[in-house]
Structures are given as C-alpha cells and as structure tokens.
C-alpha cells in the first residue's frame, strides 16, 4: 500500500499538466514589460530578461530562468559619439583621429515602451525606444579622461581636445537626433537591407531570444566634409556573476577566432575588427559578431551581433544608399569597447541594426530537485498519503486489539 501510494505522488508530479497545455502558440509567449519605482524596464519573455537604464542607452540581458542573471549576465551600453578623420584609410576609429565627441550621459534621454500586438490582441513584439533630449546638467564628466585622446590636463601645451572641465561645452550637439529603438519579437523575423528593390543584406531576428536594436542617427554637426562618425558600444560580459563564474568575448573575425577579457588592457587602442566571411566567397557576411562565452565550458551563452550595412537616407533628394559598417575594438580593464565606424552623412540620417541575443538551451542554470523542491500539488499528493497510511496503520492496530 505505501509502494502503490508513494508511486501515486511521482506520478502526479510526472504528469501535472504544463502551463500552456491547451494554449495556442501565440499566447503562452506573451512577454511581460513593467517599469519600477527607480524607472528601469524590464521586459521578459520565457527565455530572456532585459532591463533597460533610463538615464543612458544601457541594456542588461539575461536568462529568465536564471535569477537576477547571477550566472550569465551581459552588459551593451551605448556611452559616446565620436567625430574622427580617418587619417590612415582603414575605414574604422582610432584614439588619434578624434576631432570631437560627445558622451551620450551629457543629454537628457525620454524610454519609452509598448507593445505591437495583432487582430487577435496577441502580442506580437515589445518595444522600447531610447529618445534624446536636450542638455543634461548631470552627467558623470570624468569617466573618458584615461582613455580619451586629446583630453590632458597636465600638459596643457600640447593640442588637446578638452584642456580642463571649464572647456566642457556640447551646445553643437544640441540639435543632433538620435534614438535607439529595440524590439523583442515573439517569432522570428526575416528582414532584409533594401535600396531601390535590390537586397543588400539579409538577416534574422530569433524570437524571444533576441533584442534588436535600431541605431538611427541624425543632424549630426560635422566639422569637416571628409570626416566620419563612430558610435562606442560598451560590452561587459560578467555584470553580476560570482567569482565562481567567468566568462569572455570571442571575436569571429576573417582571420579566425579571437577571444579577449575585459580584465585585459590591451595596448592598440582602435584595432580593426576583420569582417568575417565565413563561406569564403570574397564578401563579408552580412551579419558580424561577438560571442559572450563561459570559461570553464567553452559553452557558447550569447552573442552581440550588427549588421555589416548600414542605411543613409539623404535629405536633399530623398535618395537613400547601403554603406558599409566597419568596426575596431580594444579592452580597457573593465569592459570591450567596440566602435561602430559610419561614413559622412551631412545632411541626411543613418539607420544601423546591431541586436543581443541568447543561446536558446544554453542557460546555465539547473532547476533544484529534491524533495524540498516538488510543486505545491504533490504536498498535497503527499500529505493525502499520509494521512491514508496514517488511518490504514490506526485501523490495522484496531483489529489487532479486537
């Protein structure tokens, strides 16, 4: 009788009917997306939780089984905008062909979310969209000054782009647009790269598991009808881990892979990221990325991916062009910085799409088992059994005194 009860539990825990039994596809995605007391987003899909800063244009991205992303947390903050000459033809930024930045901390930005949802009322994607503002009067004004060329308080003889913080003055970048737009899709997304109906560029947006991000850029004040812009995307890939786990960035470039550590400092500060072309047939693949991998493993947790092309609209015509999008990269001792290099659109706008994705079946986390760990039915399941040997084993030792 305990054998036959005691099974009876493990087969109501086997066979408890899942969440979604009898709920269509479409439905039992449904993301979550709410906003807290300090103004961070969060948005939440079965796989994947971001949460999103509403000071800067900063997305934090983990698993949802994996509480609070404690082992596999990654980090892409949108922090800086630069205006450089490339002096030495390479098509990407280095430190010493800065003629101006900005740090995106020294304007105010708007977040806001949304759902798009289908003639059903089911969502179809969840948006948020990071919009500038105007100038901020609270910005961290110091976090650039040991990377950032130019910027030399104690050699104030030497050119210099910044002499000291009374020199601090981003009123030209008043009128300069910019907004990052990011969307979660449920399923995924087939898009493409499209100039006058001719394809420039395929991709896919995996559902639930990928957010993409919209980089459009506008008004930009351009200083010089050569000059270029760079856009620094700051990726850390161990935000909230324990010292147990550790992750590190692999880099697929043409020449192989390259993995690096944001403890690493490396001394070339702008090395070009080689575009990959992974089927050799002597163009670069539209989609180029970044792994965030575990060390101890090798597994494979997500990945920072963007387009090779980029979209410039031109105000004067109307004409829009596909333009290439090269990158270049070092570590500085806390994070990768990766700077996305756009070609001089005076005048006109530019539309990139960079996205952060994980691995579906790859999360780190293993749910408990045990006892301790059954759901809430099978205390039911047991506690009934107890009571019934408790009332069979009473009625027994009745007999037996009768």
């Known amino acids: 009788m305990l054998f036959l009860l005691v099974s009876s539990v493990v087969a109501v825990n086997a066979f408890t009917p899942s969440d979604d039994d009898g709920v269509e596809d479409d439905e039992k995605n449904e993301p979550e997306e709410h906003r807290d007391s300090d103004g961070r987003v969060w948005i939440q899909t079965d796989i994947m939780t971001v949460m999103l800063n509403p000071k800067l244009p900063s997305y934090q991205y983990w698993y949802t089984a994996d509480d609070n992303g404690s082992l596999a947390r990654f980090m892409v903050n949108y922090m800086m905008i630069v205006e450089f000459e490339d002096s030495n033809g390479d098509g990407v930024y280095q430190p010493e062909e800065t003629l101006d930045f900005v740090p995106l901390d020294a304007f105010e930005w708007s977040l806001q979310t949304g759902a798009i949802t289908n003639e059903l009322g089911q969502s179809t994607e969840v948006y948020a969209s990071y919009t500038k503002g105007g100038l901020s009067d609270d ?3 110091d976090w ?3 990377w950032m060329p130019g910027y030399d308080d104690e050699s104030p003889e030497d050119p210099v782009i910044l002499a000291d913080d009374s020199d601090i003055n981003f009123t030209r970048y008043a009128g300069l647009t910019l907004q990052f737009y990011a969307h979660i899709y449920m399923n995924d997304y087939n898009g493409t790269v499209k100039i006058d ?5 395929n991709y ?3 559902g639930g598991v990928e957010l993409k991000v919209d980089i459009a850029i506008g008004s930009f004040p351009f200083t010089s009808e050569t000059s270029s812009v760079a856009v620094l ?7 909230a881990s324990d010292d147990e786990v550790d992750h590190h960035f692999r880099l697929h470039e043409d020449s192989g892979d390259d993995d690096h550590d944001s403890e690493d400092v490396m001394e070339q500060l702008g090395e070009e990221f080689e575009d990959n072309d992974e089927d050799d047939d002597g163009f670069e693949d539209d989609v180029q990325e970044i792994s965030f991998i575990e060390a101890t493993t090798d597994e494979t947790r997500g990945f920072y991916r963007w387009l090779a092309k980029a979209v410039v609209s031109h105000s004067l015509n109307g004409s829009q062009e596909a333009v290439d999008v090269d990158a270049s990269y070092w570590t500085d001792g806390n994070g990768l910085l990766l700077f996305f290099a756009y070609p001089n659109f005076d005048g006109g706008s530019i539309l990139h799409d960079p996205s952060l994705k994980l691995i579906e079946g790859a999360s780190p986390f293993t749910p408990p088992t045990g006892l301790l760990n059954l759901p809430i039915e099978s205390y039911v399941v047991i ?8 009332g069979i084993g009473l009625a027994i030792k009745r007999r037996r005194i009768h």
């Open 139 to 141: 910005w961290e004004d």
């Open 144 to 146: 650039f000054k040991e």
């Open 197 to 201: 109906e001719e394809v420039k560029a």
């Open 204 to 206: 896919t947006v995996d």
């Open 233 to 239: 995307n700051y990726l850390r890939e161990d935000v």
């Open 383 to 390: 506690g009934t059994a107890v009571v019934l040997i408790a």
